[in-house]
């Protein structure tokens, strides 16, 4: 036997309840690989998944928690063997497929990456999806060509954002972070944010088309009223890698002008479904770039305990970083 976080749901109530059970390993979903987990996360989606599910739990009991990184006990996949280091992003673990929160785990191989050469388990995850996530952006930024000015990072003193200041300072741009939380601007400094803009800057609709140019690029974490008036302070050329929703599903106030006047690109990002091959690519990336002690700046140790209130904190908006939770602590 061993703890995991369980969410289960009351089949009267709708309601959902999540807390620390004791599971067995004949409980787990099928998989080719059963891992030893040591560290898992907590991200927007976990939040969702800790909670209600938001759509995206299957079937309950679930396991939630969407990335993870252990150590391989089992394996049928000549791929993996025991003592194996691996880390796991997306594939709708941990929410269509039990996840990380929990001492052990049973996944397909093919969702599994070797773990990065010069990364510890703990610091993968303290990357982990979201990191993960923000490297994925700012490669999509590169390839379509980062103008003059600053790089613009929308919630930028969250999960996505954190990293995405770290990464693009290291690459050597001038990195401006959007936060609604004035007292997170020193933090956002140490990890390299030359400027602040405070989140009312981009609160308001505009009617106007195109506002001045202002930014080389952007990665987006919040969408909503924030991206529409984004897109139309981008230069000429420019593009806006668009990840997340923390501000609302849509785009408001978004024209098609900056477009067509200025040839911006709105770059989608999607890290769920991400083949072998990119999820490589984007790792080693990141263990070359990422600062250490910049991505230790971030961290917010927890354990499996402290999931049903940090998932809430997280939906709020409340939550600094990274959070790194230990499953065996
Ligand atoms: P966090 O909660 O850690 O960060 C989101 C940040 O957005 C908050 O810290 C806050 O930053 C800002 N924010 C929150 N609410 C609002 C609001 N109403 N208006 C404006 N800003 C707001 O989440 P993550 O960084 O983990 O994820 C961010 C988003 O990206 C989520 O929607 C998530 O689902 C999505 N995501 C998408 C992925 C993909 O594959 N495309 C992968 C990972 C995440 P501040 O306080 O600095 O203003």
């Known amino acids: 036997m061993f703890n995991a976080l369980v969410v289960e749901k009351d089949a009267e109530s709708g309601k959902t309840h999540a807390a620390v059970q004791q599971i067995s390993e004949d409980q787990l979903p099928d998989g080719e690989v059963t891992v030893a987990v040591e560290y898992s996360t907590v991200n927007y989606k976990d939040g969702l998944c800790i909670g209600p599910g938001g759509g995206l739990v299957r079937n309950y009991p679930h396991v939630p928690g969407i990335d993870f990184a252990g150590t391989v006990e089992a394996s049928e996949d000549d791929r993996y063997k025991p003592g194996d280091k691996v880390v796991l992003t997306g594939w709708r673990v941990g929410e269509a497929h039990w996840g990380g929160y929990s001492q052990k785990a049973r996944v397909r191989a093919d969702w599994l990456v070797p773990l990065p050469e010069g990364l ?180 917010q140790p927890a354990t499996l305990s402290d999931l049903p209130q940090l998932g809430a904190d997280i939906l709020k908006g409340q939550v600094r970083g990274r959070v790194v939770v230990d499953v065996n602590a």
Not at 128 to 139: I, N, P, S, W, Y
Not at 260 to 282: F, H, K
């Open 120 to 299: 510890t388990t703990r610091q993968a995850m303290a990357v982990g999806t979201a990191g993960f996530t923000a490297m994925l952006a700012v490669q999509a930024l590169e390839d379509h060509g980062i103008k003059e000015g600053p790089v613009l990072v929308t919630g930028a003193a969250g999960g996505v954002g954190s990293v995405a200041v770290a990464i693009l300072a290291a690459l050597g741009h001038e990195v401006a972070g959007v936060t609604g939380r004035p007292e997170q601007a020193d933090y956002l400094k140490s990890l390299g944010a030359t400027q602040i803009v405070a989140r009312e800057e981009f609160s308001e609709e505009t009617r106007k088309p195109l506002e001045s140019e202002q930014w080389g690029g952007c990665v987006d974490a919040v969408a909503g009223v924030m991206l529409g008036r984004v897109l139309k302070q981008i230069r000429y050329g420019g593009s806006v890698a668009a990840i997340g929703l923390a501000g609302g599903a849509k785009i408001d106030g978004a024209l098609i002008t900056p477009f067509i006047l200025r040839g911006v690109n709105l770059l989608g990002i999607d890290s769920v479904m991400q083949p072998y091959e990119s999820r490589l690519r984007a790792w080693s990336r990141i263990a070359e770039v990422l600062p250490m002690d910049k991505l230790e700046a971030m961290v």
